[in-house]
């Protein structure tokens, strides 16, 4: 098949969604497809500043980054103002407020979509909250090519996706992918047809966990041998929960003095100021953007990952875990608690709870067996059900049906 992958950002920029296209597209060039992705030069939605080069082939695909407009400041103003009009008054007239201000606006992707993307068998389009896949939606559905989306819903922040022009992508769309089960059910629950929507999720390279010496792990990251250690990997912020994460380790440590906070991610504003409000709290030891060798190494000295998240769509970050057999505190939401079976591999709270996150860290730090057979029982599930391949052979099977319902359409039309 020759596919058109389209999203907002691709590795090098970091997000699940980034990491979701881009191992799917590899994995397709490696099954012998012709995969080219069509994205921004940006690797900070913040801004959608303009950094990458034009071209890149990557491993095996062809990454073709446009300009897009700047996110300065009256941008933001623009989104907000869109946004709060529109859900006071669901009037279509502040969707281009939320249109332009959301971003990335880039009208060479746009008009290079235009002319060819008939080359293409087919067009997916990744991330719905972002402005790329309502003009890339126009663009396929104008060329006439089948348009596959994965929206990555954020099911509990409707202002993310519930605006009028992401619902008429979903409902004009040929087929939708979603990531998780309860993510397709929501979309059932919105109107949309169960036959048009398949659940894969993301996936792994188990290949890229290799398994490291706890003790040795530890060394290298100055950790003593007997700590307890939570980590918390991913961007730092303030909806990933870093904020509670460290609220409820101050109030532990008092009386849990073996308990050791690694944090792992790229900083934002939000964080530096958490990184000055906590300037005095013990043992905790904080790393900004990390290689992968850093990251295998904070998995394999952590007991538990904890990730207290309000806005998570899948949660790519407890498979990682899972990987090197670490025990996962998630966020109690529709989307993590069909990845993370509550009380089974892993825990589940209340992501506004402090003393819920609390209880649940201290359940696992006084009973490191219960957090060993999670950890354990994670592993087997991903090497199950969320690896790479295993969700290549779902996406794939999707594109081949959806090729083959468009041929029938045709044939009916004739």
């Known amino acids: 098949m020759r596919l058109l992958h389209v999203t907002h950002q691709y590795p090098p920029a970091i997000g699940g969604s980034e990491r979701y296209i881009a191992d799917l597209s590899e994995e397709l060039v490696a099954r012998n497809h012709q995969v080219d992705v069509f994205t921004s030069r940006s690797v900070d939605f913040h801004t959608w500043r303009n950094e990458l080069s034009g071209f890149e082939r990557r491993n095996g695909v062809n990454v073709y980054r446009f300009s897009s407009m700047r996110r300065r400041g009256y941008i933001w103003t623009m989104l907000h103002f869109g946004l709060r009009n529109y859900w006071r008054t669901k009037s279509r007239r502040y969707e281009p407020f939320i249109f332009f201000g959301g971003g990335p606006i880039s009208p060479g992707m746009y008009w290079r979509m235009r002319r060819q993307a008939r080359r293409y068998d087919l067009v997916h389009l990744n991330c719905l909250v972002y402005s ?36 008429q992508v979903l409902n004009r769309a040929d087929h939708i992918i979603a990531v998780t089960e ?63 994460l460290m609220e409820a380790y101050a109030a532990l440590k008092p009386t849990h003095p073996s308990l050791f906070l690694l944090t792992m991610g790229p900083e934002t504003e939000y964080s530096r100021k958490l990184a000055r409000q906590y300037k005095n709290l013990p043992d905790w030891i904080n790393y900004g953007l990390v290689s992968d060798l850093e990251r295998a190494q904070g998995f394999s000295a952590a007991d538990a990952l904890v990730l207290p998240s309000k806005g998570e769509a899948f949660g790519i970050v407890f498979l990682e875990a899972w990987m090197t057999g670490t025990a ?13 079976g509550d009380g089974q591999d892993g825990l589940l709270v209340d992501p506004n709870d402090v003393q819920e996150l609390a209880e649940a860290i201290k359940r696992l730090v006084h009973n490191p067996s219960l957090a060993g057979k999670m950890g354990e029982l994670g592993h087997q599930k991903v090497l199950a059900r969320y690896t ?27």
């Open 132 to 167: 790329h896949v309502a003009y890339g939606y126009a663009a396929a559905r104008k060329q006439n090519v089948p348009i596959v989306v994965t929206p990555h819903l954020h099911i509990d922040q409707p202002q993310t996706y519930a605006i009028g022009f992401m619902l």
């Open 182 to 244: 309860a993510e397709r059910q929501h979309l059932i629950s919105l109107g949309l047809n169960a036959n048009r929507i398949t659940t894969a999720g993301n996936g792994i390279r188990p290949v890229d966990f290799p398994v490291l010496e706890r003790d040795k792990s530890r060394h290298i990251l100055d950790i003593p041998q007997d700590a307890q250690v939570l980590l918390f990997f991913g961007r730092k912020e303030e909806y990933k929960g870093i904020g509670k």
């Open 328 to 340: 996962v505190i998630g966020p109690r939401n529709p989307a993590v608690a069909t990845i993370v």
């Open 388 to 414: 790479v391949p295993r969700i290549t052979d779902i996406v794939e099977g999707v594109y081949l049906r959806t090729l083959r319902q468009r041929q029938r359409e045709q044939v009916y039309q004739r």
